[in-house]
């Protein structure tokens, strides 16, 4: 059978598909084949956002026109302006403002001056800001330009405006952050440095915040150097409470428990240091929390410390703050229980020495244990550290007894900090804390048992001899000195006594200050122990002999006055003292001013300097010339002044006045008693050669000046007649009688006659002579009671020499001598 052809499938696949009517109308949308990459056109429908605008050029801004002539910084902005800007929310903002501040005020300092009370008032909103930078840059501002600026006036605003700035700074001690109340601190710091005055109206606050931020455990984790920060500033605080401690008198006292309106009245003028006032009942009590943190913080810091192979200078710093502040407040416990206690306000015990016994001494007992630690250590701040404590036992010693801390282990302790000053390597280190143990020696041996002074003594004498002239430790080193002098009977005065002279010779150059000192010393030496003698003197008055005319005025008339009280107490020969004041007076070299030689024309005048040293040194001869001193000169030291004298004056005669011609003729009659004392009648050849040594000095005088010669005859005529107010000597007090006078004038008169050269000017004074030979005639002729037989020959013989060698002067003639005697013949 076969398929059938033209079937059912045949027909089925032979019909086509019909093809759809075609719409009518247009389409709504058309579609585009867009190749890939190419950017489609905008719709047909968008909106065209461009904008077209064309600028106004104006010849000047408005703003500009108004700003000339107005105080600017560099960015243009006023002062107003930058004010503003403080407040921004943007930090950066704000610091830029502060630092325009800074450019105005250093470019335009009247607008400080003007508006310096709104500049704080607006900046001290910043004390408690977030930013760090912000914060530093304020207390820069207030710290080189604000403060200094408020501080030349005592206006009412500048009070207000300070207390609204202790309102923000005590705000800023409570904040949460830590850095804003580590940043307070500082601030505080800063006002009671430049207001100390403002301090005590806030005092208890202020000691309550630094109570709470130091008992916080999460300042002694920060960096060491902001714990630094606030115990410089508790410093600064405890120092103002201890200096109106130590001067609680009617200028400066202490109020306690008043209220804080009477605390407001004692403040209102905030320069004036006498109106200061503490409630000290509520500090005491503060004070002594902060021991037992002090303590603690010391004992950790310590304890850090022996953990280090090396100490860092920040944790050094922070454990010596804390030293000083343990220092300061055992001071001012000290001086109020010294105090009387006041009835009201606290009781009489509440603060007394039973008080600082269960108080402060129970927990500064904890140091001496500290100390012992640093004891072992050899670095120079472990050193420091010890001198610190020891400054703190220092205060207390007149307070503490042996059962709370044994007296000598602390001399023995005070003792090996003295002997380790030579060990120290940093100089400055030493000069900066050892002054404090240096001044308190004195009255630590007064204290000390008897047992320990020896080696504590021994101790600081070592380290004396081993400062050096220009160590700033010198002056506390002699002020010790002059302390331990007053208990006579120590064993080594003598040894300090004599290293005074050898310091005073290295000082003149190189300290000026120190040799003020050292005179001073002498001179209460010199004053108040006449026994104790100075060695190398010598070379002490030649070199300011040398010096005298390049030193200060001052010291160049305590020298003088060192001397002469030197020479009072017998210390001093006559001979040295005469020869340095002589020395001064010819060494002294005088620079006029304008009338000066061109070789001194870069001087100054010292005229003025010149003339009270020599009035300061003729009173000093005038002194010495009293009877009533311990030293009279003798003969041989009075003939070496003379040949002085001619050796200083040869030629000019320039000190030949009346007073020194007293002197000569003086110093004659006592060389001529002095030659009649063995000799009744006469002359011996062994006498006569020392009278000629005597009054060869004077004959070398009245050879150069015939003036001097008569001046002296005519006061020893005086002296023959009985006159003894015109003659002032000592050889008046013994020989009253007129017939032992007329003797000694006629020695003299011989003795001078016998030399030659002076016939010329002996010629001079013949009425002189005249008038002692008709005085002794008179006195042989009359019946003076008085006048004895045996005077009456002594009275020829005398009268008969004087009488033969007036002959030899060739200046008489025969009737002037035929007067005189009618007995005895006489060739002319």
């Not at 202490?254 to 006032?277: F, I, M, P, Q, Y």
């Not at 090996?416 to 001044?439: F, G, Q």
């Not at 009688?737 to 050269?757: E, G």
Request: net charge positive; with cysteine.
């Amino acid at each position: 059978m076969g398929r059938p052809k033209g079937g059912a499938a045949a027909s089925s696949s032979s019909k086509k598909p019909k093809a759809k009517p075609k719409q009518r109308g247009g389409v709504d949308f058309k579609k585009y084949k867009h190749k890939v990459g190419r950017k489609l056109p905008p719709p047909k429908n968008a909106t065209n956002t461009e904008i077209k605008s064309k600028s106004i050029v104006l010849p000047e801004q408005s703003m500009a026109s108004e700003r000339t002539g107005m105080a600017v910084n560099k960015r243009g902005l006023t002062l107003r302006e930058l004010l503003q800007q403080t407040g921004h929310y943007n930090a950066n903002v704000r610091r830029a403002a502060l630092n325009g501040i800074k450019d105005l005020v250093v470019k335009h300092p009247s607008e400080l001056k003007l508006h310096k009370v709104a500049i704080v008032e607006k900046l001290q909103e910043r004390i408690c800001d977030n930013d760090k930078v912000v914060r530093e840059s304020l207390f820069s501002i207030l710290q080189s330009f604000v403060f200094p600026s408020l501080k030349e006036d005592n206006a009412i605003s500048t009070r207000s405006t300070l207390f609204l700035l202790m309102a923000n700074i005590l705000n800023g001690m409570t904040h949460l952050s830590m850095d804003i109340q580590l940043m307070s601190f500082r601030f505080l710091e800063l006002v009671v440095i430049n207001f100390p005055s403002s301090f005590p109206r806030y005092a208890e606050q202020v000691f309550n915040n630094f109570l709470a931020v130091l008992s916080n455990d999460r300042i002694h984790l920060q960096d060491k150097s902001k714990l630094n920060s606030v115990l410089n500033g508790l410093g600064h605080c405890l120092s103002q409470v201890a200096f109106a401690t130590e001067n609680g008198d009617a200028s400066n006292r202490l109020v306690h428990n008043v209220s804080g309106r009477e605390l407001w009245k004692c403040t209102l003028d905030e320069d004036n240091s006498g109106s200061r006032a503490f409630a000290m009942s509520n500090i005491l009590t503060k004070l002594q929390n902060l021991i037992q943190i002090l303590v603690n913080s010391v004992e950790v810091s310590a304890s850090e410390l022996f953990a280090k192979s090396t100490i860092d200078a920040q944790s050094s710093e922070a454990l010596l703050s804390a030293l000083h502040c343990l220092d300061l407040i055992c001071k001012i416990c000290i001086q109020e229980v010294k105090k009387p206690q006041m009835k009201f306000g606290r009781s009489e015990t509440q603060f007394g020495p039973e008080w600082l016994k269960s108080s402060l001494l129970v927990y500064l007992k904890k140091l001496w244990g500290v100390n012992r630690s640093f004891h072992e250590k050899g670095d120079d701040r472990y050193y420091v550290f010890n001198l610190k404590i020891a400054e703190i036992f220092l205060c207390l010693s007149a307070c503490m007894d042996d059962s709370m801390f044994p007296a000598e282990e602390f001399c023995q302790f005070v003792s090996s900090l003295l002997s380790k000053v030579k060990a120290l390597r940093n100089k400055d280190i030493m000069e900066k804390h050892l002054s404090p143990l240096i001044i308190s020696i004195p009255d630590l041996v007064s204290n000390a048992p008897d047992d320990s002074k020896g080696y504590l003594l021994e101790a600081f004498t070592d380290a004396f001899r081993d400062c050096k002239v220009d160590c700033k430790l010198i002056l506390p080193y002699l002020d010790s000195v002059g302390k331990l002098l007053l208990p006579v009977g120590l064993e080594y005065h003598g040894v300090w006594v004599d290293e005074l002279p050898g310091i005073l010779l290295q000082s003149i150059d190189k300290a000026p200050s120190v040799t003020k000192v050292v005179l001073e010393l002498l001179l209460r030496i010199g004053q108040y122990f006449p026994t104790i003698e100075c060695g190398n003197m010598h070379s002490f008055v030649k070199l300011f002999g040398v010096k005298c005319d390049v030193l200060e005025p001052t010291i160049l008339f305590r020298v003088v006055e060192v001397l002469q009280s030197t020479y009072k107490a017998g210390n001093l020969h006559i001979t040295e003292q005469l020869s340095f004041l002589s020395l001064l007076m010819a060494r002294f070299r005088v620079h006029p001013g304008p009338f000066c030689t061109q070789e001194d024309s870069q001087t100054s005048s010292n005229l003025i300097t010149f003339k009270s040293l020599n009035h300061l040194i003729l009173t000093s001869l005038s002194d010495m010339g009293d009877g009533s001193l311990a030293q009279i000169p003798s003969l041989h030291n009075m003939n070496g002044l003379f040949r002085i004298i001619v050796t200083l004056d040869a030629g000019t005669c320039k000190l030949m006045n009346e007073d020194v011609i007293k002197i000569i003729a003086g110093y004659l009659i006592d060389a001529a008693m002095d030659l009649s004392k063995t000799i009744e009648l006469g002359f011996q050849s062994d006498k006569t050669r020392v009278f000629q040594y005597f009054i060869k000095p004077c004959i070398i005088i009245f050879c150069q000046n015939e003036k001097v010669l008569c001046c002296t005859l005519e006061m020893l005529k005086s002296f023959a007649t009985g006159d003894d107010n015109v003659l002032s000597s000592v050889a008046k007090l013994k020989c009253p009688d007129l017939s032992h006078r007329i003797c000694l004038v006629t020695t003299i008169i011989v003795f001078l006659c016998n030399d030659c050269k002076l016939h010329k000017n002996l010629s001079l004074g013949k009425s002189a002579i005249k008038a002692i030979l008709q005085h002794t005639r008179h006195l042989m002729d009359s019946n003076v009671p008085d006048v004895t037989y045996e005077d009456k020959q002594k009275l020829r013989f005398a009268f008969e020499q004087l009488k033969s060698k007036a002959l030899q002067l060739n200046c008489w003639d025969k009737s002037e001598l035929e007067n005189f005697s009618s007995a005895t013949k006489c060739d002319v």
